[in-house]
């Protein structure tokens, strides 16, 4: 097992890294920018982190996409040494590839898919 | 009414907010333990979603596969970091590069040292150099202590000498008497007369 050398000197008991999304401190509001972050477990999630891994950006461009950006080589760095992943952050690997899909981004959308068709049969019903 | 506000602006709106039963804070949880229940919310039963028992066959299934997956992904990552760790320490390439490093590491001490010889003697020169000034300085000095000494001397040697000339007219014991008839004799006559453009008679009445 890799030794992790540094958790930020601060003495911790216990707790592992995550690589998580922490929101960047732009103090505008309605105005979110997350930054891909491999951090340990137990700081705040906008405190100090050992390493960016990326970043994510909530709000679509007038493009209508949201940009992600991802250092691959890190993550797999920081995944070797034994890091967790948090649930958005798995679900974004999920969609960029690195990962496979997510169990819950399928289900979801095949959620809001059967919503869809009940909306439109309902809807063609009250038509009729 | 609530207002959503920012760690940093809590202590000013704790100041100009009025001052309510329960604490104006957006932070988890409004209320604490012994704050009553709302009255809307009084003959609530709190139930979980409803669990779909085929999707949750289905996702249970997802989650198994998706789950083989990270765990091989994970497994060959760390071997990865391994092998890349092993490689820098033990590989190929690494020989080389330590070799290079000591050698570098190598010339610059030797540059370094040549450095240090250089300054040495050119350090040895400048002492030389300020000692060499300083006893020139010191021949100098002892010199010119000499010189004035020596000035000193013959001074003093001209004023022994003049004084020693001044003494054989002086009056002594034995010369009194003779001095005084000398003097008797010789009556000297100090009156002048002067006028406003400077003009000296010495020649009075008296004899």
Redesign the interface.
């Known amino acids: 097992m890799v030794h992790l050398s540094s958790l930020l000197s601060k003495q911790y008991h216990g707790g592992h890294v995550v690589i998580r999304l922490a929101l960047a401190g732009h103090n505008q509001a309605n105005r979110p920018f997350y930054r891909i972050v491999a951090a340990f477990n137990k700081r705040a999630r906008d405190g100090k982190y050992m390493e960016q891994l990326g970043t994510y950006d909530p709000l679509p461009n007038i493009y209508n996409e949201k940009l992600v950006s991802l250092n691959f080589d890190r993550i797999k760095y920081w995944i070797g040494c034994g890091a967790h992943t948090s649930k958005p952050v798995s679900k974004l690997l999920g969609l960029a590839g690195f990962f496979p899909l997510h169990p819950m981004t399928v289900t979801e959308a095949e959620r809001r898919r059967a919503a869809a068709l009940t909306e439109s049969s309902r809807e063609r019903e009250e038509e009729l | 009414m609530l207002q959503a506000l920012?760690s940093r602006s809590l202590q000013a709106a704790r100041l100009c907010a009025p001052r309510r039963a329960v604490v104006v804070e957006v932070v988890r949880g409004r209320k604490s333990r012994s704050d009553p229940i709302a009255k809307s919310k009084e003959g609530r039963i709190k139930t979980p979603p409803p669990v779909d028992p085929v999707?949750m066959v289905?996702?249970k299934e997802?989650?198994e596969?998706?789950q083989l997956?990270?765990s091989a992904?994970?497994l060959e990552?760390?071997?990865?970091?391994?092998r890349k760790?092993y490689e820098a320490e033990t590989g190929s390439m690494a020989e080389e590069r330590a070799r290079k490093e000591a050698e570098e590491h190598s010339a610059l001490m030797a540059w370094n040292r040549a450095e240090n010889q250089r300054m040495l003697q050119l350090r040895l020169q400048r002492v030389q150099k300020e000692k060499e000034e300083v006893e020139q300085k010191e021949f100098e000095a002892a010199l010119e202590r000499e010189q004035k000494r020596q000035e000193f001397i013959k001074l003093k040697e001209e004023e022994l000498l003049r004084l020693q000339e001044e003494a054989k007219h002086f009056i002594t014991l034995e010369n009194l008497d003779q001095r005084i008839e000398e003097a008797l004799d010789n009556p000297k006559n100090y009156n002048f007369a002067i006028d406003k453009e400077g003009r000296v008679i010495k020649q009075t009445v008296l004899k």
């Open positions: 920012c999707e289905v996702l997802r989650y596969e998706y997956i990270i992904l994970r990552f760390k071997e990865e970091v391994q760790k």
